[in-house]
Every structure is written in C-alpha cells, then in structure tokens.
Nanobody
Framework: VQVVESGGGLVQAGGSLRLSCTAA????????IGWFRQAPGKEREGVSC????????YYKDPAKGRFTISRDNTKNTVYLQMNNLKPEDTAVYYC??????????????????????WGKGTQVTVSS
C-alpha cells in the first residue's frame, strides 16, 4: 500500500506546476486525500484536501485562488494544480490519504496526524 507523489520541480515565481498523487495497492474510493507541505525549519502545514468519492474540496488560505485540487477517478489519481507560484511556496509537498469519516473538511485539510498513508514527498522550489 503506497501513496506516490510526482510533478515537483524548479520554477520561477509566477509559474505553474501540477502535482500528482497516485495510490498503489489500494484505491482512493471513500478516502480523503490531503496535500501538505513542509519548508525547511517549519512545521508541516495543510494545503488542501478532496473527498475522492464526492469531490468536495477545502483550501487553506495560502492556496486559495492559486491552487486547484482535483481528482480523476478512472486513474485513481489526485492532482494539485499550482499557479502563480511564489518563493514562499517552496517546500516538500506530501500527499496523504485516509478514510476520514467526515470527509474533506477544514480539519482534514489542516490536521496531518490522522492520515495513515503518506507519500515520500516531492520538492517544489520557486525562485524569485
């Protein structure tokens, strides 16, 4: 059972990246998928979440208006489209999955500790 992220890289400020999160060994059905990030010397913080079955989403303030989370049920994949990237978005981005009974909510987008399945992360670096 694995969660695998991809799509990170180096981009200039104002640029875009699309991160992908795929499940290996299980399906995302009935799971809430969260994106989190961690910059050097900082705590892991929530970015966004999506309910894979119902498609409900939640965004934390830094992501609102710039990031879009979506899913492709046929590919068992969740995406995080990041536009207008800023240097402060530089971090390792992690995908996490858990069958949150309440689905994607503010808590699920904020609280990483109840997610049971985590990817290894993908580095996003935004240069100024």
């Amino acid at each position: 059972v694995q969660v695998v992220e991809s799509g990170g890289g180096l981009v200039q400020a104002g640029g875009s990246l699309r991160l992908s999160c795929t499940a290996a060994g299980f399906t995302f059905d009935d799971y809430t998928i969260g994106w989190f990030r961690q910059a050097p010397g900082k705590e892991r913080e929530g970015v966004s979440c999506i309910g894979f079955s119902d498609g409900l989403t939640y965004y934390k303030d830094p992501a609102k208006g710039r990031f879009t989370i979506s899913r492709d049920n046929t590919k068992n994949t969740v995406y995080l489209q990041m536009n207008n990237l800023k240097p402060e978005d530089t971090a390792v981005y992690y995908c996490a999955a858990d069958p949150w009974p309440t689905g994607c909510t503010q808590i699920a987008a904020t609280w990483p500790y109840d997610y049971n399945h985590w990817g290894k992360g993908t580095q996003v670096t935004v240069s100024s």
